[in-house]
């Protein structure tokens, strides 16, 4: 696609349930990146791919949180048992190349509220 | 530690005015990158430039530069007669080779940079 797409731009959940956010990066990008942004925050890393390859999952909070990018594409974060502190927009990220650091194109993000 | 620090919360500025958005930064790579990205009311974050540590050069590009100066651990964004259309939220960011990697960007937590006309 033209930009990176996220789905959903908005989801509200109780608290304890799970959630999975989307991530369709620009086509052709090999690296993929997902940040969590607390309002009024800058982004924070929670991890990246290479290709289908999880690189660094160091930025996760918890093992509540996963993620996965099966077929080197499409990524889904997931929340398990959410908690209100998950309460975030999240945004996920692409670049062309793994040589290309810092490049990154985001998509508009996930708005997650937890009640 | 890398850390990136924003000092100024919100500017306040009249169009046309010129105004510099600071940046300090604190690492301990020897190569290293920054970053300024801006996110407008609409949300989005746009990549507007990246410098790495080696390149102290200052640049300019229309409206925008930016002052890098290794001695002050300093990467400022300076906005030259500023319109409306500059108003959003502007972030500065850093990555380290030794520090996570080049690929995990570390972000200040922003300046509120708001144009009147």
């Known amino acids: 696609g033209a930009g990176v797409s996220q789905s959903p731009r908005y989801k509200v959940t109780k608290r304890g349930q799970d959630v999975a956010l989307r991530c369709d990066p620009i086509s052709g990008h090999v690296s993929l990146y997902w940040y969590r942004q607390a309002l009024g925050q800058g982004p924070e890393f929670l991890t990246y791919f290479n290709y289908e390859a999880q690189q660094d999952k160091s930025g996760l909070p918890n093992d509540r949180f996963s993620a996965e990018r099966p077929e080197g594409s499409i990524s889904t974060l997931t929340i398990q048992r959410t908690e209100q502190r998950d309460s975030a927009m999240y945004r996920c990220a692409s670049s062309l190349g793994m040589d290309r650091s810092g490049e990154l194109f985001f998509g508009e993000g996930s708005r997650l509220t937890v009640l | 530690a890398q850390k990136v620090t924003q000092a100024q919360t919100e500017i306040s500025v009249v169009e046309k005015e010129d105004v510099t958005l600071d940046c300090v930064y604190e690492?301990?790579?020897?190569?290293?990158?920054l970053f300024w990205y801006k996110q407008p009311p609409s949300g989005e974050l746009v990549f507007l430039i990246r410098r790495n540590s080696f390149d102290e050069q200052n640049e300019i590009s229309g409206r925008y530069s930016w002052n890098f100066q290794k001695s002050t651990s300093s990467f400022n964004f300076t906005i030259t007669a500023s319109q409306v259309v500059d108003s959003a939220v502007y972030f500065c960011a850093l990555s380290g080779q030794f520090s996570g990697g080049y690929n995990k960007l570390i972000f200040g937590a922003g300046t509120r940079l708001a144009v009147h006309p």
């Open positions: 690492t301990r790579d020897t190569t290293y990158y």
